[in-house]
């Protein structure tokens, strides 16, 4: 019996006619198809599993990615939808969008220059000229945004807000929200404002002319005024040459009367409305940041600027810039600079430039 099973094991062992079945063939197979890829043998110890395991971190930074990813193109078909279907909508939207960004971002960078400020011990008039720009910039914004901020703490007002904000943007919203027509727009009424106050100024200066004690600076205020009625743009000199008699009475900063300090104000952009101490410290806080702008930005160089900074530079101080070239502004503001470096203390001279120098620059008469 023994004998027998040996007798028929052995063919089946050294390769006789004996066939194996499919399933045991198939099995041979997959087991030498994965001996040659380098699959797991059998008897492997755990650690050569092939199975990949990712770190917590990794799986986190992995969803993490495709959420973004997905919010990506959910936002940018959204995006495309208001654009086909809602055009006027879809323009206002990405405007208030855009605005929400810019002003997040200078209010990272107003926090990091006060607080580089604070750990060094600078003052203001000691930073660089585009920090010292952008920190006067980031508090006009900041003020002029605090009405809404004030209205908008009663319950449901906040929808009175947004109302305000969509039927008065030029008074209520900082240029970030603005769109590229309102920007224009915005900026040409504005300077209209201004203009409307220079005739006032200059009937202010030709009346004071009989009280200036002094008979060469009575002279040289005569000729000023009758350069700019008749429409000729001063020179750096003539300027210049008032210094002293703007640095007393009648024409100096403390010496100003109310009705010539509201003039000023409304050429400044500033807000005519307050009782005349208000007004007169107001105008010298203003024209003492100018000043020192001045100062920081001859230190820096005009060259140094960009179109639109010297663009935004001129227009701070009187010169309606988006009607004139950026060669013509930056030859406008190198007068300027002349005639704010070589004064100290004749703020009220300053201030009176914004008239002097600007009303009559090539482009601006109409």
């Given at each position: 019996?023994?004998?027998?099973?040996?007798?028929?094991?052995?063919?089946?062992?050294?390769?006789?006619?004996?066939?194996?079945?499919?399933?045991?063939?198939?099995?041979?197979?997959?087991?030498?198809?994965g001996l040659a890829w380098g699959a797991p043998r059998l008897f492997d110890p755990p650690c050569r599993s092939s199975k990949l395991h990712l770190s917590p971190k990794a799986d986190v930074k992995s969803l993490i990615s495709s959420l973004v990813t997905k919010t990506k193109v959910i936002s940018g078909k959204y995006h495309r939808f208001l654009d086909r279907h809602f055009p006027r909508f879809y323009v206002?939207?990405?405007?208030?969008?855009?605005?929400?960004?810019?002003?997040?971002a200078d209010a990272k960078k107003a926090k990091r220059i006060k607080t580089n400020m604070w750990k060094h011990n600078i003052k203001f008039h000691q930073l660089s000229y585009r920090e010292m720009e952008h920190l006067r910039q980031f508090r006009r914004d900041v003020t002029k945004c605090l009405f809404l901020g004030i209205i908008?703490?009663?319950?449901?007002?906040?929808?009175?807000?947004?109302?305000?904000?969509?039927l008065f943007p030029r008074q209520l919203l900082i240029k970030h929200f603005w769109t590229p027509k309102q920007q224009i727009d915005f900026l040409e009424i504005y300077h209209t404002i201004r203009k409307q106050s220079h005739?006032?100024?200059?009937?202010?200066?030709?009346?004071?002319?009989?009280?200036i004690s002094d008979a060469g600076l009575q002279w040289h205020m005569t000729e000023l005024c009758t350069k700019v009625q008749r429409g000729t743009h001063p020179a750096v000199h003539d300027i210049l040459a008032l210094r002293?008699?703007?640095?007393?009475?009648?024409?100096?900063?403390?010496?100003?009367?109310?009705?010539?300090?509201?003039?000023l104000s409304r050429a400044m952009l500033l807000t005519p409305h307050l009782p005349s101490v208000l007004l007169r410290h107001r105008l010298k806080t203003h024209t003492t940041v100018i000043h020192q702008l001045d100062k920081a930005l001859a230190k820096l160089g005009i060259s140094q600027l960009t179109a639109q900074e010297v663009k935004s530079a001129c227009y701070l101080r009187g010169l309606n810039s988006t009607l004139?070239?950026?060669?013509?502004?930056?030859?406008?503001?190198?007068?300027?600079?002349?005639?704010?470096?070589?004064?100290?203390?004749?703020?009220?001279?300053?201030?009176?430039?914004?008239?002097?120098l600007s009303i009559n620059y090539t482009g601006t008469r109409r």
């Open positions: 019996m023994a004998l027998s099973w040996v007798c028929w094991a052995r063919p089946a062992l050294w390769g006789s006619a004996v066939t194996p079945t499919p399933y045991i063939t198939r099995r041979l197979q997959l087991v030498r198809f206002l939207y990405t405007t208030f969008m855009k605005g929400l960004q810019m002003s997040w908008s703490i009663p319950p449901f007002a906040n929808y009175l807000v947004f109302l305000l904000m969509y005739p006032e100024i200059l009937c202010y200066l030709e009346k004071i002319i009989p009280h002293e008699g703007f640095s007393k009475h009648p024409l100096g900063m403390n010496h100003l009367h109310t009705l010539q300090m509201k003039a004139i070239a950026e060669e013509r502004c930056r030859a406008w503001l190198a007068e300027w600079l002349q005639i704010s470096c070589s004064l100290k203390a004749e703020l009220s001279l300053l201030l009176h430039n914004v008239v002097l």
